[in-house]
């Protein structure tokens, strides 16, 4: 690092407060770019921009937004119409898991609202100001779980057989559908777009797994994952590398594309799974 060569680029992250986000935010940062990061919580937001700070010498703007409501999603695509005149990047980077079933304030199941409907609503709604400052960039941090996930259009939110690795899959697995799907409609445009697995990351992120289960997260975590600027590296690298301005549609595994699990390459799934989202965003209240 040390060089600025993002100087002049601006980039929005998703999730900025902690983890994966946090640590590509202070990165990015210190590479030169002008980095926004949303979060959900005032005293956290304070927290990273302090660490930004500290770790880069930049002051980071930042926005409040719960992905839990679509309402708030739309507000914060609003103010940032409204602020942010050049967009280069775009990082879809919060997520969360749920221990039990839990619906948003919008009807819809929790995992699947946060982690795949608030990053496609806002993605939609940024897309002008992306596609005016092209050749831009959306990096959508998926992860290698969704190989564990299915795609059941008929109950998308665990009305039946909830379990909280069953729908973070599922969230995942969304992820990268709406990623290629989006470099489809996105041909011509300059604009890419794609998804990545950052590795197994020792972050924040089971938080929301019961209790019980937290000691146990804590050893595995311990012995098997990888650190947190490990983890952000390849969404760095997504948000950041020359070479790969014209790369689109793909999943990266960590920093190489790789093949994604097969309903992941299925069109007609992500073509659905567009449609089904695009309903939801509009139509929510459906899941009570
Ligand atoms: N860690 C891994 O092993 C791993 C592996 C593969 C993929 N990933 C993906 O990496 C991404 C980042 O996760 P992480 O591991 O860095 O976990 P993390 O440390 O828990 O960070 C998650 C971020 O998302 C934010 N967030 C959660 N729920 C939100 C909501 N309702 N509204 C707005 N923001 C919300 C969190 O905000 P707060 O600070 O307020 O909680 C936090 O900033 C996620 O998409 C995750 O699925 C992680």
Redesign the pocket.
């Known amino acids: 690092m040390g060089q600025r060569v993002m100087n002049g680029k601006h980039i929005l992250i998703?999730?900025?407060?902690?983890?994966?986000?946090?640590a590509s935010a202070a990165v990015l940062s210190g590479m030169g770019a002008s980095v926004i990061i949303?979060?959900?919580?005032a005293g956290?937001v304070a927290q990273a921009q302090a660490t930004i700070k500290a770790r880069s010498g930049a002051a980071t703007p930042a926005y409040l937004?719960?992905?839990?409501s679509l309402a708030a999603v739309r507000q914060l695509a609003d103010q940032v119409l409204h602020d942010v005149p050049k967009l280069d990047v775009l990082i879809n980077?919060?997520?969360?898991v749920f221990a039990r079933r839990t619906l948003t304030s919008d009807g819809l199941e929790a995992t699947f609202a946060?982690?795949h409907l608030?990053p496609f609503l806002l993605t939609q709604l940024l897309l002008p100001r992306l596609k005016e400052s092209a050749p831009s960039r959306i990096v959508t941090?998926?992860?290698?779980?969704h190989a564990h996930g299915t795609m059941d259009f008929d109950d998308l939110g665990f009305t039946r057989g909830y379990q909280i690795l069953r729908a973070?899959a599922r969230s995942?697995l969304a992820n990268v559908l709406f990623s290629s799907e989006q470099a489809r409609r996105l041909v011509g445009t300059r604009v890419t777009s794609n998804s990545v697995?950052?590795?197994?990351?020792?972050?924040?992120?089971w938080?929301g797994a019961p209790e019980w289960t937290k000691p146990l997260i804590r050893l595995w975590l311990s012995r098997t994952?990888i650190t947190?600027e490990e983890?952000a590296a390849p969404v760095i690298a997504l948000a950041s590398r020359p070479d790969l301005d014209q790369v689109t549609g793909q999943y990266f595994n960590r920093h190489e594309a790789a093949a994604p699990s097969g309903v992941a390459q299925d069109w007609d799934v992500a073509a659905r799974l567009w449609r089904e989202s695009e309903r939801l965003v509009l139509n929510s209240e459906v899941w009570r």
């Open positions: 998703t999730g900025g407060t902690s983890g994966i986000g946090l949303v979060g959900r919580d956290r937004c719960d992905f839990a980077n919060a997520g969360a946060v982690n608030a941090v998926a992860s290698g779980r973070y995942k697995h950052p590795g197994r990351v020792a972050t924040n992120i938080a994952f947190v983890g």
